[in-house]
């Protein structure tokens, strides 16, 4: 055994969170072999409790009809409410502050249509030049929407030239640099491609002394890293409830509005009756009485089936606490930056930053090859049993969990990479 496998199975032999491992299912390739999953930043994998809680719901709809959303085991009319308090401890907030609804993209629309009003000369949105497609969309059609063109309207940040993450201190020079115009700051807590973890308490503070308003999309954040959404002052944040939070497929995500918000009753919105006051919503009057907090921006009832694994999923969260994951995860994708740099120098270039505040669970890789031949290499990696995902043109993405992951699996991983590249 090479000393990189026996530190790998000293370290796991000592890890307080091991266990959780057996609570999820791991996948196996058609011939029966246990995959290495370190995919978790794209669809997290299924906890085992998850089938549970949906046939939970489906006997109570076979039992109970429409009777169910008052008498199932878990009446279906508050059912979103259970995942308020985990949800907010994961993000820094009050659990008046969050509601888990709709998905990413629909949340960030939502969000737009109420912290994002322009008013010449505000009326800018500054965005990462590398921002999630889906983002992008997003809040280019709600400048057409304003009658405003992207050309003019949209600030696009972007790494220095020859350097590939973003600087703080550029995104707040820029905030400043655009004071008088800014009315929108959207950012994500990681960035999808590259790993990169913002530090995003100064350039919050940065655009409200701008005087705009700040978004942020938690898609990688969630489950992941350590925020204080509602110290940090953020007026909105929306996440998906697939990568890191294990909830499935497409699951219902989530949308944080700061308490100071929520009980604008003014603040313009799209409503449903679902964001209506809860005493009252049944009564079927006309006029719109939203909710305190962020429930007062849903729209329809629950999904009950889709919600049940992410109500799974949170359960062991608040058993294994995000604190306790942070630190594993440091560990775990700390021993992947270091078999890539014992093993894989000058091979596999590590993108992501390598300081620890700047990164989350994933490390987004650069092959040294051509484009072809590097994909090629990951074709090789999926093959060994090892799931990571591409991302073009050319960045390879690992991700150690450390709900699920250990740090074999990070030997194994890395073991396989060296063959994929020819070492
Ligand atoms: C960073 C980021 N933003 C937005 C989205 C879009 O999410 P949804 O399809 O849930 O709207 C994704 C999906 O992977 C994402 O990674």
Redesign the pocket.
Known sequence: MTPAAEDALALDARDPLAKFAAEFHHPFDGSGRKLVYLCGHSLGLQPKSAAGYVEQELDDWRRLGVLGHHVAGRPWIQYHERAAAPLAALVGAHAGEVVAMN????NLHLMMVSFFRPQAPRTKILIEKSA?P??RYAVVSQLAFHGLNAAQHLVEMEPRPGERHLRTEDIVERIQQERATLALVLL?SVQ?LTGQALDLSPIIDAARRAGATVGL?L??GIGNTLMTLHDWNVDFAVW?SYKYLNAGPGAI?GCFVHERHGRSADLPRFAGWWGHDAQSRFQMGPEFVPMAGAPGWQLSNPPVLSAAPLLASLEIFERADIRRLRDKSVALTGFLQRLIAERLHGEVEVITPPSVPERGCQLSLRIARPPVAAKQCHERLSDAGVVGDWREPDVLRLAPIPLYNSFSDVHAAVDALASAVGR
């Open positions: 998905s990413l993209t629909v999630f889906s983002d994500p999808y999309d898609a990688h998906c995500g």
